[in-house]
């Protein structure tokens, strides 16, 4: 009985092998894939820059309802878009794109005062981080300095967490502190290892190791919100902002941590930071509403799967984690992570997400999401998901397998 059944089915596995190899075999090739999405972001980028050229305090932040939406250096999106144009700069070393990359980091180089918001990171050493590092220019050096001083000035060593938001919710959280908040950790990581002040690094440390232990679950999911007591320093409420509940994976918080963890564990070297990354991975790329594409729903959570709205945002910023994270591990893991970050990229880079030339006003992407339960910035381009896709770009371009050099 079993010859006939063997005989039959040999040729329909033969059959199905051979499908899925052409079908992979009339795929472009995945650097093709980078080199093209690199080049259009690069055009687009210079529609965008062009178009706030004279406006010396505007900072592309979306475009909703027809309209463009920008803010100036006080957002804390405000580093995103000099950022990209340092990375597109990076990727092809053109006049115009260094101009503008200065232009626009320049608008930011305020916000180094700034004491009242933790978001000091994602303003400054996207900005004038990736300035520092493609050019050397020396200026650059002072006001991440600074920056990550007005950054430690919201480190209470009694709790041994830096304060995310000033605000309480209307009285609801003592000591705020997002899992956001893990993004601003690298500022002050290199202003250790640039001023030789170990204090900067040790709050960061400090930082890293009280959100790993009260931020996660058992299964690795991260809360967004969780405040603490200020007189017992220990948890008093974990809850949401902007996903769907207090229970829930906000997707882009988890993005933050899995991103967090990795840099933490590039800049220190301790292999518990990276087995948190690690276990965030699993997490997210297990999950049983994890999309095919792995561009994940807004939240892991929301109710109306699949008829949710994708964040491409978050799926963006897993890109770049994983194929970061690619580096520190084995084999089989970093083979699995560098797989999804081609899905990912695939996907991000075809005309579901990437907008046609000029439309989407002048931003990459199209379908993020902001703060869905605010309704705000709901289905929209965001600065942000532009800049972690062209760092995902850029990353993967020097990954042989994915067709970098
Ligand atoms: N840091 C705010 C956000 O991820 O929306």
Redesign the pocket.
């Known amino acids: 009985m079993k010859q006939p059944h063997s005989l039959f089915a040999l040729p329909v596995v033969c059959l199905l092998v051979l499908t899925a190899a052409c079908g992979r075999a009339h795929e472009k090739p995945i650097g093709e894939v980078v080199d093209q999405a690199l080049a259009s972001a690069a055009e687009q980028s210079l529609r965008m820059a062009a178009k706030y050229e004279s406006d010396s305090l505007a900072l592309p932040r979306s475009y909703a309802d027809g309209q463009d939406v920008s803010s100036d250096s006080r957002w804390?999106c405000s580093g995103f878009f000099p950022g990209l144009l340092w990375y597109l700069y990076e990727n092809d070393p053109r006049p115009e794109l260094l101009a503008y990359a200065r232009q626009y980091t320049a608008r930011v180089e305020r916000e180094k005062y700034n004491t009242h918001t933790h978001?000091l990171g994602f303003m400054l050493y996207c900005s004038f981080g990736n300035a520092l590092r493609l050019t050397a220019d020396t200026a650059c050096r002072e006001v991440l300095l600074t920056g990550a001083r007005s950054l430690s000035s919201r480190y209470n060593p009694s709790i041994g967490l830096i304060r995310s938001w000033d605000h309480t919710n209307g009285g609801q959280w003592q000591y705020p502190v997002?899992i956001?908040n893990m993004m601003n950790l690298e500022l002050l990581f290199w202003a250790a290892r640039e001023s030789g002040d170990a204090s900067f690094r040790d709050i960061a440390v400090s930082h890293a190791d009280h959100t790993m232990e009260h931020h996660f679950r058992p299964d690795f999911s991260t809360v967004h919100v969780v405040s603490y007591d200020t007189v017992t320093a220990m948890p008093h409420a974990r809850q949401t902002h902007?996903g769907f509940a207090d229970g829930s994976a906000w997707a882009?918080g988890q993005a933050?941590g899995l991103y967090g963890y990795t840099v933490a564990y590039r800049e220190t070297g301790d292999r518990r930071y990276l087995e948190q990354a690690v276990q965030i991975a699993r997490f997210l790329l297990s999950h049983p509403n994890m999309p095919g594409d792995y561009i994940p729903y807004w939240d892991f959570n929301a109710p109306g799967i699949p008829g949710e709205l994708r964040d491409a945002s978050a799926g963006a910023i897993i890109c770049s984690a994983l194929i970061e994270l690619s580096g520190y591990v084995d084999d089989v893991l970093s083979a699995q992570y560098l797989r999804v970050a081609e899905k990912q990229l695939r996907t991000l880079a075809s005309p579901q997400y990437t907008a046609e030339p000029g439309a989407n006003g002048d931003f990459i992407l199209m379908h993020s999401v902001?703060?869905l339960p605010g309704g705000s910035e709901v289905d929209v381009p965001l600065t942000y998901a532009d800049y972690y896709y062209v760092e995902a770009l850029t990353r993967a371009s020097r990954i042989p397998s994915l067709g970098g050099k």
């Open positions: 804390w978001d997002i956001d902007q882009r933050w902001g703060h």
